[in-house]
T-cell receptor, first 112, second 111 residues
Framework: KQEVTQIPAALSVPEGENLVLNCSFTDSAIYNLQWFRQDPGKGLTSLLL?????REQTSGRLNASLDKSSGRSTLYIAASQPGDSATYLCAGATDSWGKLQFGAGTQVVVTP | DGGITQSPKYLFRKEGQNVTLSCEQNLNHDAMYWYRQDPGQGLRLIYYSQIVNDFQKGDIAEGYSVSREKKESFPLTVTSAQKNPTAFYLC??????????FGPGTRLTVL
């Protein structure tokens, strides 16, 4: 069974600093990996999805990488803003059925 | 606007009572999912359905039941057999490029 870990559980950065969020997974036969954002008491918003054949995906200030051999994915958020404050979750699927295994998330606070 | 709706937003259950959480989508997606989120934890899969009239157990299906009679709807029933149902419940559907889209969630509390 795929196990997904996110460390640290929380971090705080000043506005303008780049954010680096880490995600590790145990099964290198990963089908895809997704990054989500969750605001308090809300549902999840998809940020980026990386298929197993890809090394990275980019959307605006966001860039996510996938290294299957080391079992790691990293989400970079450039020039952080207070509006980026949220919990970020990564989730891996090991087949095409879409069954996701989630990490516990990293709670991010960007201070003005 | 296309999306996923969940109702109610808040739900209170008495001991021994069954309750049903609603999930509706107008994205024309075949696959739908139910997840449970506990404080400080990631989401865990309860049930999933790839197509109408078919569904499969996820990692924590005990004490829950589902139906999929229509493509748009995937209701979840929390039965009295679920011993610790207090949690945040999230419904999702999956698009063609595998991205999952989530509803706003239902917070269930046992009185």
């Amino acid at each position: 069974k795929q196990e997904v870990t996110q460390i640290p559980a929380a971090l705080s950065v000043p506005e303008g600093e780049n954010l680096v969020l880490n995600c590790s997974f145990t099964d290198s036969a990963i089908y895809n990996l997704q990054w989500f954002r969750q605001d308090p008491g809300k549902g999840l918003t998809s940020l980026l999805l990386i298929q197993s054949s890809q090394r990275e995906q980019t959307s605006g200030r966001l860039n996510a990488s996938l290294d299957k051999s080391s079992g790691r994915s990293t989400l970079y958020i450039a020039a952080s803003q207070p509006g980026d404050s949220a919990t970020y979750l990564c989730a891996g699927a090991t087949d095409s059925w879409g069954k996701l295994q989630f990490g516990a998330g990293t709670q991010v606070v960007v201070t003005p | 606007d296309g999306g996923i709706t969940q109702s109610p937003k808040y739900l209170f259950r008495k001991e021994g009572q069954n309750v049903t959480l609603s999930c509706e989508q107008n994205l024309n997606h075949d696959a739908m999912y139910w997840y449970r989120q506990d404080p400080g934890q990631g989401l865990r899969l309860i049930y999933y359905s790839q197509i109408v009239n078919d569904f499969q157990k996820g990692d924590i299906a005990e004490g829950y039941s589902v139906s999929r009679e229509k493509k748009e709807s995937f209701p979840l029933t929390v039965t009295s057999a679920q011993k610790n149902p207090t949690a945040f419940y999230l419904c999702a559907s999956r698009g063609r490029k595998d991205t999952q889209y989530f509803g706003p969630g239902t917070r269930l509390t046992v009185l």
